[in-house]
């Protein structure tokens, strides 16, 4: 009989797999970046397509003891007010 039952594309990603693991196990393939001052600790997401918003968000990110974060913006009215959040964001 057949070993494993699968198209060509599913045989590839077990071996993919298969072979991360053996890389890991070996410990040439680490598992995490090691943490460093310079990337954030922290991601933030702010979703919106309300008119405010902003000055309350960065204002309490302005009074955070650590700067260890990214903020990710998903805004539908970020054409029209761009100029505006970036100006309050410095």
């Known amino acids: 009989g057949e ?16 072979l991360i693991l053996l890389l890991v196990l070996c410990g040439s393939f680490p598992l995490a970046a090691p943490v460093s001052e310079e990337l954030p600790l922290h991601s933030i997401v702010f979703v919106t397509k309300r008119p405010g918003g902003y000055d309350v968000l960065l204002q309490a990110l ?14 539908e009215l970020a054409e029209s007010r761009r100029a505006d959040v970036e100006e309050m964001a410095r």
């Open 62 to 75: 302005a009074r955070q003891t650590s700067t260890r974060y990214e903020l990710i913006c998903v805004d």
């Open 3 to 18: 070993l494993f039952k699968g198209s060509a594309g599913e045989i590839l990603c077990v071996m993919g797999c298969l």
